[in-house]
């Protein structure tokens, strides 16, 4: 299949690039959607590594931090992580780095006492609680951290 336009897989990739960062699966994916042929975007992708344009560490770190903004777990962001092809090493890595700047426990009771005015007052209100905090993907010691402190302010 051949590309719609008279654009090269380079040109399409910075201009995705200019707008955020993009992890190379994810660059992958969209120049062979725009019909580039495979070993074209394969060697776009290598020269664009080399160059210091496009880095799977650089981006990682940038949807943690971004994400962790929105309240989300680390269960939830290595699964979002893994989708886009970000290997467990660079993984690991990215959340080294985030590590001085969350504090999971914390942020699990932050985000609920925002959206929770109490812990509640039934076993299906908790439980309606603790699905909220799995679904924003914290682990079952953050979950039950945040339970137990969300709350200690008020």
Do not use: N
Not at 81 to 93: K, N, P, S, T
Not at 121 to 133: H, I, K, M, V, Y
């Amino acid at each position: 299949m051949q590309a719609t336009s008279d654009s090269t897989p380079r040109d399409d990739a910075i201009r995705l690039l200019a707008r955020r960062e993009y992890a190379r699966g994810e660059l992958r994916q969209r120049l062979s959607a725009k019909g580039h042929a495979p070993d074209e975007v394969e060697s776009c992708l290598h020269e664009l590594e080399q160059q210091g344009l496009q880095s799977d560490r650089r981006f990682a770190e940038s949807f943690l931090r971004s994400r962790v903004a929105r309240g989300q777990g680390p269960v939830k962001l290595r699964a979002e992580l893994g989708q886009r092809g970000i290997d467990d090493a660079i993984m690991r890595e990215a959340f080294e780095a985030v590590a001085d700047e969350v504090d999971w426990f914390e942020l699990a009771a932050q985000v609920l006492a925002r959206r929770f005015a109490g812990p509640g007052d039934s076993p299906r209100d908790r439980a309606r609680r603790e699905r909220f905090l799995a679904g924003r993907g914290f682990d079952f010691d953050q979950l039950r951290h945040a339970m137990t402190h969300a709350w200690d302010d008020i």
